[in-house]
């Protein structure tokens, strides 16, 4: 009687580890997580050169007492929209102007950072908060001339 419950539970165990060794190899041919998006998120830098591919416009300077913020992007020649990304230590955001209203087209916070409140638009503003334990920034996006102009605001400091 004790060989058989040996065996028993040698059986269980050697099932359960084939089980295991099944799922992680088949995990490993997919090359994605089972429960997640299949895609990852573009970093900062990559939405920037993707921009900077599509649009060539010099970048606006930041308000004097905006945080550490790189703008930039605008209209392509020749076209009725313009785009541009707004990077600040907070968080990210891709803004398009397109007949006289902004929208955001994607917006992302810093680590550390999350969204406290989001407007996308399409209206005449479109505005992003991102908030931390120990501060904020709000990033404010008007259309002047069909180009995404931002205004930047910290808060909480």
Do not use: N, Y
């Amino acid at each position: 009687m004790h060989s058989r419950l040996v065996l028993a539970v040698a059986g269980w165990l050697l099932a359960a580890a084939l089980a295991i060794g099944t799922g992680v190899a088949v995990l490993g041919l997919l090359g994605r997580p089972l429960t997640g998006p299949a895609e990852r998120p573009m970093t900062a830098e990559e939405i920037r050169l993707a921009l900077a591919r599509d649009t060539q416009v010099p970048p606006s300077p930041a308000p004097a007492d905006a945080a550490p913020v790189d703008v930039s992007g605008g209209q392509t020649p020749g076209a009725a929209t313009g785009r541009r990304l707004v990077s600040t230590g907070a968080g990210s955001l891709i803004a398009r102007c397109e007949g006289g209203l902004v929208r955001l087209q994607s917006w992302t916070p810093a680590q550390g950072f999350e969204v406290d409140d989001v407007d996308p638009g399409p209206d005449d503003r479109a505005r992003v908060k991102f908030e931390s334990d120990e501060s904020g920034l709000e990033i404010e996006v008007r259309c002047a001339g069909g180009v995404p102009v931002p205004r930047i605001s910290r808060h909480g400091d």
